[in-house]
């Protein structure tokens, strides 16, 4: 099936420990997206890439790191979790980085740090 | 871009049409109103989005004001499946990123 597919779907992870969640679409989209979901249910840009060129960047720690190997493919990795981390991540992905697009999603990374 | 309103909830027979409201009178000439829902545990969904002009898909109907400072989205016949939240979304021609308010809590009830 074509879609934005997310491992793993869910994470849990002690505090300090460094994990990586990976995001693959086979939409032929060329921008890719990392939202995050806090447990008061606000959804929020994190990132986004553009054929692989980061051009948007919120204000993240620089603990979160993303990666794209390829325009297919938009990894997260962070680095010494913390308590707060913990959220739902969801990927997307639209076909360029105009704004006209509509976005598709993944079906979201839970992410608890204990 | 331009900040949303909508009413936190709403409750909707099934089969009926759910009229769902967004105020945004901030609004500029080059943003568009972009319509997504979450259902429970899933990501985002994109509904329907428009400029100025009315539209329609085969989710729903998207009817905005002459003078764009609100609209409406309508399910016609809702059902059980399209309890979710609502986000209704104003972004600029040219922005990527989309952001999300507190949206609509919409319940479909038997």
């Known amino acids: 099936d074509t879609a934005v597919s997310q491992t793993p779907k869910y994470l849990v992870t002690q505090m300090g420990n460094d994990k990586s969640i990976k995001c693959e679409q086979n939409?032929?989209?060329?921008?890719m997206y990392w939202y995050k979901q806090d447990s008061k249910k606000f959804l929020k840009i994190m990132f986004s890439?553009?054929?692989?060129?980061?051009?948007i960047n919120e204000t993240v720690p620089n603990r979160f790191s993303p990666k794209s190997p390829d325009k297919a493919h938009l990894n997260l990795h962070i680095n010494s979790l913390e308590l707060g981390d913990s959220a739902v991540y969801f990927c997307?992905?639209?076909?360029?980085?105009?704004?006209?697009?509509?976005?598709?999603f993944g079906p979201g990374t839970r992410l608890t740090v204990t | 871009d331009a900040k949303t309103t909508q009413p936190p909830s709403m409750d909707c027979a099934e089969g009926r049409a759910a009229n769902l409201p967004c105020n945004h009178s901030?609004?500029?000439?080059?943003?568009?109103v972009y319509w997504y829902r979450q259902i429970h545990s899933q990501g985002p969904q994109y509904i329907i989005h428009?400029?100025?002009n009315n539209e329609t898909n085969e989710m729903a109907s998207l009817i905005i004001t002459e003078d764009r400072k609100s609209s409406t989205l309508i399910l016609p016949h809702a059902t059980l499946r399209d309890t979710a939240v609502y986000y209704c979304?104003?972004?600029?021609?040219?922005?990527?990123?989309?952001?999300f308010g507190t949206g609509t809590r919409l319940q479909v009830t038997l």
């Open positions: 997307a992905s639209s076909q360029d980085r105009a704004g006209s697009y509509e976005q598709y």
């Open positions: 939409l032929g989209h060329d921008t």
């Open positions: 890439y553009n054929n692989k060129e980061l051009i």
């Open positions: 901030t609004i500029s000439g080059n943003e568009y």
């Open positions: 428009g400029l100025k």
């Open positions: 979304i104003v972004k600029s021609g040219t922005a990527s990123k989309l952001t």
